[in-house]
């Protein structure tokens, strides 16, 4: 079993920045990826950015260049920083943890709300 609790979200105005952090428990020996997922009201869930156990990491075309994945040591924790937030950003984000090929588990999510 893995636990997965995210922080940092929170409320910032268009252009601002934020950073989540995805706090990993359990048999974390086991996860190959983390990952960040979002979910807008009314819109699918969709990934964000995710970073493999060798460092490899993978973004969304919506948030090249604005987002960072990044971890602190071999899988934990795992960072989002965001910076020049949009409005449509705004967003339930979930860190999530991939075993093999499906990920597994999830965290309980942290609101992100930019305002224009």
């Known amino acids: 079993q893995v636990q997965l609790v995210e922080s940092g979200g929170g409320l910032v105005q268009s252009g601002g920045s934020l950073r989540l952090s995805c706090a990993a428990s359990?048999?974390?020996?086991?996860?190959?990826?983390m990952g960040w997922y979002r979910q807008a009201p009314g819109k699918a869930r969709e990934l964000v950015a995710d970073i493999t156990s060798g460092g490899s990491t993978n973004y969304a075309d919506s948030v090249k260049g604005r987002f960072t994945i990044s971890r602190d040591n071999a899988k934990n924790p795992v960072y989002l920083q965001m910076n020049s937030l949009k409005p449509e950003d705004t967003a339930v984000y979930y860190c999530a943890a991939k075993l093999g090929p499906t990920y597994v588990y999830w965290g309980q999510g942290t609101q992100v709300t930019v305002s224009s």
């Open positions: 359990g048999s974390i020996f086991s996860i190959n990826v």
